[in-house]
């Protein structure tokens, strides 16, 4: 037997595929173009404005920048061990309260009426006042062994964010079609074995993106424990602005919080992509 | 008799889809339920596996009563096994964790037991490679034989099968009803709900016609299919042989 000889492409398919890649030359020339234009137009009007002299000192200013990066940078690891904490707390409670709110029966109804109760109010209640109140009212009651103000700010965010990411979880338990739980209990497995088992595990995976997402925005949010004191990277750099009578280490405590989140957002984006091409991949 | 439902009552509001239903099924016997759409057959299987809850009337299991507001419904499914039209897998878990849910999690036997048996079953019905597949990779039939071998690992009493080969391309109609006719060959007792007139003849030991709510005509297929009495068999049969299905 002899080799099948390679295929070979007919004229009319060579043809489109020249013209393919001529046409994606010409998009790739045409973006940059544009960005090109687009960018100096933005340059321009910045700075070409009557003030910009006078911002740049105030915000752009590279000595104070590197004088106060170290103390920032000091203020920041706070924040990120604060957000590796938080974040945990936060999703084991939002679970543990969006579980709560699905038992049924007569027995776990002031459970129930409290996770709902509980979900409704630090929805509402915003995140600078239960901080105030944690780490300003809780240890105004002297009672024996509080914890630091750091702690309690960090309870407060806890607190908070697991009311959402409660309904979060909520939205994905209830996502999973009643047919499952059919199946899991048609097996003789029980409520609790079916939710554990084939329940959860869906839920979880299917709402992993707003999760991770919440994550993101609870990240920068760690950095309003300032207001009660501790020495994060919004403090530091508030400090270096009172100090300096400059704003450069706001800047500089921006652009950490937006290098911190990078990674979060990247991975965001990574596992709403997979979640997306499952669904679109057919049941 | 396994199963004995005596005057089964089930409603959805104002709508009455079971209506003093009387049916039993003997010890190794295979009854096909056939009828139009929302005569009630797949409400009968949901019922008698406790998934849905009846109005009124008795429904028995080996002579014990397990409508009973006392029974513990786990423990009756144990022994009850139910497949689905829409096969309803578990899309998180590997082929082989779908079978050994139950047996390790309700039944209690050791990982190792409940994989050597569900090796063995795969093996019986062709699907070994597949065991670490999810179910999206695999096609319907391949996923109904799975979803078979699933209820079965349990050794149930009765087997429930709702229009299992409904939601399959025709081609693939074929793989599943040679498993459930090897099933019958082995003296398991079956319940199915069926549109597959051709297969409920070959398999059937007794063919019930349902119709609004209650068993209207039963006894041999050859009988039910081929000569029934009441006029509304016939005219359910004469639509089924227009649609070329029979």
């Known amino acids: 037997m002899s080799p099948t000889p390679p295929y070979r492409l007919s004229d009319v398919q060579q043809d489109r595929i020249s013209f393919r890649r001529r046409k994606a030359v010409r998009s790739v020339l045409l973006a940059a173009l544009s960005t090109a234009i687009v960018g100096t137009l933005l340059g321009v009007l910045v700075t070409g404005a009557p003030g910009w002299d006078r911002v740049r000192q105030s915000f752009f200013d590279p000595r104070i920048a590197r004088e106060w990066l170290p103390e920032i940078l000091e203020g920041l690891w706070l924040n990120v061990r604060m957000l590796v904490f938080c974040a945990i707390a936060a999703l084991a409670l939002g679970l543990l309260i969006a579980v709560l709110r699905t038992l049924r029966g007569p027995v776990f109804f002031p459970v129930r009426a409290l996770a709902t109760l509980y979900t409704y109010s630090f929805r509402g209640l915003p995140l600078i006042i239960v901080i105030y109140l944690m780490a300003f009212g809780v240890p105004g009651l002297r009672l024996q062994g509080t914890p630091s103000v750091t702690v309690l700010g960090g309870a407060a965010i806890v607190i908070t964010y697991g009311a959402y990411l409660a309904e979060v979880f909520r939205a994905g338990i209830e996502s999973v079609h009643p047919s499952q739980i059919a199946a899991a209990r048609s097996l003789g497995l029980t409520y609790r074995q079916s939710m554990r088992f084939v329940v959860l595990p869906q839920a979880v995976r299917r709402v992993a993106p707003p999760l991770l997402n919440d994550t993101v925005a609870l990240q920068k949010d760690v950095g309003l424990i300032s207001l009660a004191g501790p020495i994060d990277a919004i403090r530091a750099a508030q400090i270096g602005v009172a100090q300096t009578a400059n704003f450069t280490p706001y800047v500089v405590a921006g652009v950490l919080f937006v290098l911190l989140a990078l990674p979060l957002i990247g991975i965001t984006d990574w596992v709403t992509l997979r979640a997306a091409r499952r669904q679109n991949a057919g049941t | ?246």
């Open chain 2, 1 to 246: 008799m396994v199963l004995s439902c005596t005057d089964v009552r089930k409603t959805f509001g104002a709508n009455v889809v079971l209506d003093g239903l009387t049916l039993d099924v003997g010890e190794h016997e295979v009854v096909a339920l056939i009828g139009a759409s929302g005569s009630g057959k797949s409400t009968l299987l949901r019922c008698v596996n406790l998934l849905a809850e009846i109005d009124d009337g008795v429904i028995r299991l080996d002579g014990a009563d397990i409508t009973d507001p006392r029974v513990d419904p786990d423990s009756v499914r144990q022994k009850i096994g139910l497949v689905f039209q829409s096969y309803n897998l578990f899309p998180h878990m590997t082929v082989l964790d779908n079978i050994t849910l139950a047996p390790v999690r309700v039944h209690k036997r050791s990982a190792a037991a409940a994989r050597e048996q569900a090796m063995e079953w795969l093996n019986r019905v062709g699907l070994a490679d597949k065991s670490g597949s999810y179910p999206d990779k695999l096609s319907g039939g391949q996923q109904q034989r799975v979803a078979i071998v699933r209820a079965l690992v349990n050794s149930p009493r009765l087997l429930l099968l709702d229009e299992v080969t409904s939601a399959l391309d025709p081609e693939l109609v074929g793989e599943v009803l040679t498993m459930i006719r090897d099933l019958k060959g082995e003296g398991m007792t079956m319940v199915l709900a069926t549109h597959e007139m051709g297969f409920a003849r070959q398999v059937a030991d007794r063919v019930a016609f349902l119709d609004k709510g209650r068993v209207l005509e039963q006894g041999p297929p050859e009988q039910v299919l081929g000569d029934p009495v009441e006029a509304r068999t016939r005219q359910f049969l004469a639509r089924i042989i227009e649609a070329g299905r029979l």
